[in-house]
């Protein structure tokens, strides 16, 4: 029998998708000129937030910016954990813009946010797991980021590179089960970072190409519920063995961008630790 798994309630943050389109190509999964249902994309990204709710989490709601046809996917504009905000600031020059639009988002909610010195794309590249964060780049994201990134929260950061321009964000290859776990497609990363993750997490659950291929890593696990693309059949069959609860969401209009349901949200991960005064 696998273990109950526990669920976390979690407070995300996501934008809605008016101007969501592919008018621009900067990743290997997007063609101009295609064609978005834009009717269906906003069906699948309502479902994708009534999902959440229906799970009892909290999903706020940002207004997105005409001209930005990629501001949908939020989890590229910050990385928030114990109520600190790392700003983002985007690879290409398509997306820069929508920093400032979500910077004004968290401080209009009362955060502060730091703003970043190199390139950075969030939660795209950062994944926090318990006490780490594993940080890819490769593609987007710089190893400075990485390294500022674990001078402001103080967190061990480790650095893992991307060599597939399919999984050109660590979201796309790799994505936490709970505190302890993740599951991931090896073969997104080079050797040594595949080596690092082996050793960190032996009883990960290893996608296979055809289910990361299918934005079957671009999931968003609460610690039991895994709500992950429908298509990723034989990651959804290996969850269930382990004990997860899959919640199939299709957000197939959106893989036209490269993106999946993780990449359409934002966790606001709540304060927590707080060093005390004298250091120790
Ligand atoms: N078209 C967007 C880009 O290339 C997709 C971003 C997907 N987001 C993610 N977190 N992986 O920047």
Redesign the pocket.
Same mark, same amino acid.
């Given at each position: 029998m696998p273990p109950k798994r526990a669920q976390r309630q979690r407070r995300y943050l996501a934008c809605e998708p008016w101007y969501f389109d592919v008018q621009y190509a900067? %990743?290997a999964w997007?063609r101009e000129g295609v064609s978005v249902d834009t009717a269906l994309a906003q069906a699948q990204w309502r479902r994708l937030i009534q999902t959440y709710r229906d799970l009892g989490h909290t999903v706020e709601i940002l207004q997105p910016t005409a001209g930005l046809p990629?501001m949908v996917?939020a989890? %590229?504009a910050a990385l928030v954990v114990e109520g600190k905000v790392f700003g983002s600031r985007f690879h290409?020059e398509q997306?820069q813009p929508e920093a400032a639009a979500y910077a004004a988002w968290f401080k209009a909610a009362g955060f502060d946010v730091r703003e970043t010195e190199s390139v950075c794309e969030g939660? #795209?590249d950062f994944v926090p797991v318990g006490d780490h964060l594993l940080a890819g780049t490769g593609f987007r994201t710089s190893v400075s980021a990485h390294q500022e990134a674990q001078e402001f929260f103080g967190l061990p950061t480790i650095t893992l590179r991307l060599v597939d321009p399919h999984f050109y964000?660590l979201?796309?290859a790799l994505f936490a089960l709970d505190d302890e776990n993740i599951a991931y497609y090896p073969g997104a990363f080079s050797p040594g970072s595949r080596e690092a993750l082996a050793r960190l997490f032996p009883d990960a659950v290893i996608a296979a190409r055809e289910d990361a291929m299918a934005f079957g890593l %671009?999931s968003v696990s609460d610690g039991c519920h895994v709500v992950i693309a429908p298509q990723a059949a034989g990651l959804i069959g290996q969850l269930k063995q382990r004990g997860y609860v899959p919640v199939p969401v299709d957000l197939s209009e959106f893989h036209k961008? #490269? #993106?999946g349901a993780?990449?359409c949200t934002q966790e606001i991960r709540p304060g927590g630790y707080q060093p005390s005064a004298d250091g120790s």
């Open positions: 900067i %990743n997007m990629d996917f989890a %590229n290409a997306r939660e #795209g964000h979201d796309t %671009n961008a #490269g #993106g993780k990449c």
